[in-house]
């Protein structure tokens, strides 16, 4: 097998992430609408989603785990003999299969769809359990429709967002083709990354800071939708 034939397989690897993690938004949208409709004993069906969650978070991290190993192998080979690329397939299995017996749940745990996943629906029953105990007024239009500009826009890029990520550190919300490229950008100057919202002082965002914020994502798609409609 030549190198190429390795990275054209890396790539599909990689495509079938975006994919688990599409499924992995689906799934997460299908258990707030549970916990937004459950009743006073709860609902198992938040419990199944929950379980299916961590599945698709543990083939995603083990997706990872097979493409770093597989990229570090290729490039100890790249640097050795020909010969050198007939073991490459048994590095590559014993490496992952060592790799692969550490995974813990605590890691899966910490998965960053799984993190949004349970916040998510910590959000979705307090906003059941608030509509459900309140009969709150509804606001003037205006000042709604003020405030969902001001909630719904990216300080980056300054218009509305399509897939939010909220920062654990500020709690500031940034689109995440935004924040990742500018992440992204900074680390190439060797710099730390500043939360791009004016008067924040949180001075070094990372990757691992950030969350899909999917209560937020779904009031945007619910805003456009109703503004379609109108």
Same mark, same amino acid.
């Given at each position: 097998m030549s190198l190429s034939a390795v990275h054209g397989t890396l790539s599909s690897l990689k495509s079938c992430q975006v994919d688990i993690r599409t499924g992995m938004d689906i799934? &997460?949208?299908v258990a707030m609408d549970l916990a937004e409709a459950q009743d006073e004993e709860g609902n198992p069906g938040v419990k199944e989603m929950e379980a299916m969650i961590l599945e698709c978070a543990k083939l995603d991290t083990e997706i990872n785990y097979f493409v770093d190993i597989v990229q570090q192998v290729t490039s100890e080979v790249n640097t050795q003999q020909p010969e050198a690329m007939f073991s490459l397939s048994a590095?590559?299995?014993e490496q992952f299969t060592e790799?692969?017996?550490?995974l813990s749940d605590a890691e899966l745990q910490n998965h960053q769809k799984v993190v949004a996943f349970k916040d998510s629906i910590k959000n979705s029953l307090? %906003?059941?359990n608030q509509e459900s105990?309140?009969?709150t007024e509804e606001l003037d239009e205006d000042i709604a429709v003020t405030q &969902? %500009?001001?909630n719904f826009t990216?300080?980056?890029t300054q218009v509305e967002m399509v897939n939010p990520m909220k920062n654990k550190k500020c709690n500031h919300h940034y689109d995440e083709g935004a924040i990742l490229s500018l992440i992204k950008t900074k680390q190439s100057q060797k710099k730390k990354c500043r939360c791009p919202v004016v008067g924040c002082m949180t001075t070094d965002v990372k990757q691992s800071d950030l969350i899909p914020d999917q209560m937020l994502r779904r009031k945007i798609q619910s805003q456009k939708r109703h503004s379609n409609r109108t």
């Open positions: 799934v &997460t949208d590095k590559v299995k790799r692969i017996a550490r307090n %906003q059941a105990a309140e009969n &969902t %500009q001001v990216c300080p980056l």
